[in-house]
């Protein structure tokens, strides 16, 4: 009851810890990750501490780069603030024109991501014993193998195949995946597609 009251990504983060235990004390619990998943209709969403290169057609006055702020609105000329946080690019260029529509007749607005951080919950979040855990911007047809690489591998005290991932966009239903054989074997087969929101969980053997 008293999780239900936390953040969701406190929870989330909580959920991958104790996934993270449960991994250590038992390996091939889960089955395994499916090794592609269908992410055809995916479109990238903005988040805080992305870049956004706003340009306004035949008013190049008002185009301009902004930051998208820790509250996920963004200021521009005309603009006081704007929401940007949860929108695509698209979505985003014609809020803007619907504000500039004030002050500009038709104005034609085109956004550009050009720092890409993203919205918390479609980022690819690594704990356990990567060399470098830390949270990566999900990108369009991402592996396993790609986050591996971006983490720096494994410690040298990681169990590999006991490793796993936790899949927010289904419900926080686990999977299992062997990074030893991917990393240190050269198994490709061992590479399988992410999803945005996955969390790897890496334990670290015991023996």
Same mark, same amino acid.
């Given at each position: 009851?008293?999780?239900?009251? *936390? ?12 996934? *993270? ?5 038992? &390996? ?9 998943? %269908?992410?055809? &209709?995916?479109?990238? #969403?903005?988040?805080?501490? %992305?870049? #956004?290169? #706003? ?34 690019? /698209? ?25 890409? /951080? ?17 949270? *990566? ?41 062997? *990074?030893? %054989? ?15 929101? %996955?969390?790897? #969980?890496?334990?670290? &053997?015991?023996?």
């Amino acid at each position: 009851m008293m999780l239900n009251m *936390l953040p969701r990504q406190v929870r989330l983060m909580f959920a991958a810890l104790l996934a *993270l235990f449960a991994a250590g004390c038992a &390996s091939h619990a889960y089955p395994p990750a499916p090794t592609t998943v %269908d992410t055809s &209709s995916y479109s990238y #969403i903005i988040g805080p501490g %992305d870049t #956004i290169n #706003i340009i306004v057609w035949r008013n190049p006055e008002l185009s301009m780069t902004v930051p998208v702020r820790p509250d996920g609105k963004l200021a521009a000329p005309l603009v006081d603030e704007i929401v940007a946080q949860g929108k695509t690019p /698209v979505q985003l260029a014609r809020a803007l024109e619907q504000v500039l529509g004030k002050y500009v007749r038709d104005p034609v607005v085109t956004v550009l991501v050009t720092n890409f /951080v993203g919205p918390y919950s479609e980022q690819i979040r690594v704990v356990g014993a990567a060399a470098k855990p830390q949270a *990566l911007p999900y990108k369009n047809r991402m592996t396993l193998l790609d986050v591996m690489i971006a983490v720096g591998g494994l410690t040298d005290f990681a169990a590999g195949n006991s490793a796993t991932i936790l899949r927010t966009s289904e419900h926080n239903k686990q999977y299992s995946v062997r *990074l030893r %054989d991917l990393i240190r074997g050269g198994d490709i087969s061992a590479n399988v597609d992410m999803k945005p929101g %996955d969390i790897l #969980i890496i334990p670290q &053997s015991y023996f």
